[in-house]
């Protein structure tokens, strides 16, 4: 059985900086992609920011410059910076990670953390 754990979200002011975390529990053999999406009310969910296994990474359009994905692969966990943080940004973010866990491969997702932007 895999979980991922989100933490880290919370309430900040505009301008400013929050660093989610996301680590990977249970037999796992090796994490591929990883991702962050998150869902604002009302909005469908859609992605933030993702990271291969190789390190390559991929922003969306809105958080470019402002949000840094990074992963690592000793802690099975997987990170985003946040900075410069919008009202806009407010949503529940999750993170999404490709896992091999011995017996088979397969996509898991965190129960989400609330992160909101507001003064």
């Known amino acids: 059985q895999v979980q991922l754990v989100e933490s880290g979200g919370g309430l900040v002011q505009p301008g400013g900086s929050l660093r989610l975390s996301c680590a990977a529990s249970?037999?796992?053999?090796?994490?591929?992609?990883l991702g962050w999406y998150r869902r604002a009310p009302g909005k469908q969910r859609e992605l933030v920011a993702e990271?291969?296994?190789?390190?390559?990474?991929n922003y969306a359009e809105l958080v470019k410059g402002r949000f840094t994905i990074s992963r690592d692969n000793a802690k099975n966990t997987v990170y985003l910076q946040m900075d410069s943080l919008k009202p806009e940004d407010t949503a529940v973010y999750y993170c999404n990670a490709d896992i091999y866990y011995g017996l088979g491969r397969g996509k898991y997702w965190g129960q989400g953390t609330q992160v909101t932007v507001s003064s």
């Open positions: 990271i291969t296994s190789g390190g390559t990474t």
């Open positions: 249970g037999r796992i053999f090796s994490m591929y992609d």
